[in-house]
């Protein structure tokens, strides 16, 4: 079984729009720091996750390091990308751009709620990507026009 780490935007975002359990067909398993679990404050997100027996919440085992990130991300940012690396994790799913460079600069695998979304249609547990990229935006998830045409590309809906 794949190590798979997710941060809270996509977690929020996915459970925003209904799709939180896209993650557990694609992935069986989720892991989240204990940072992550703390900043899934809205709803219903926080009920979704809190009952997910497949999302497993773990403490990162040196805090101590997580200052060497501290200038630059937020604190759940920082447990995944240092959860990853005491778990040898497989895949992390991160959205902020920030995280995203750290996490490759420190060779790990990495995805955002998008590339989930284009493995949820390649694995055939979704039909289209668009309507739940349009769900995402509408419910406050960001995505840049750029992007948008990208995924919708890369999904063969554009």
């Given at each position: 079984m794949r190590?798979?780490?997710?941060n809270t935007t996509p977690l929020i975002a996915l459970a925003g729009i209904g799709q939180l359990d896209l993650l557990r067909k694609l992935y069986t398993?989720?892991?989240?720091?204990r940072a992550v679990n703390h900043e899934i404050i809205s709803e219903p997100a926080r009920t979704l996750v809190s009952a997910a027996d497949w999302i497993r919440v773990e403490n990162v085992l040196v805090p101590a390091g997580k200052s060497a990130f501290s200038s630059r991300l937020?604190?759940?940012e920082i447990e995944v990308i240092m959860l990853a690396q005491e778990k040898t994790a497989d895949l992390?799913?991160?959205d902020d751009n920030a995280a995203k460079k750290t996490a490759?600069?420190?060779?790990?695998?990495?995805?955002?709620?998008m590339g989930v979304l284009l493995k949820a249609k390649k694995e055939g547990?979704?039909?289209?990507?668009?309507p739940l990229l349009e769900a995402l935006m509408k419910d406050g998830l960001y995505v840049s026009p750029t992007v948008q045409?990208?995924?919708?590309?890369q999904a063969g809906e554009e």
């Open positions: 190590k798979v780490i997710a398993e989720i892991t989240i720091p937020h604190s759940g992390l799913i991160i490759k600069y420190l060779g790990l695998t990495v995805t955002g709620t547990f979704v039909p289209e990507v668009k045409n990208y995924v919708l590309e």
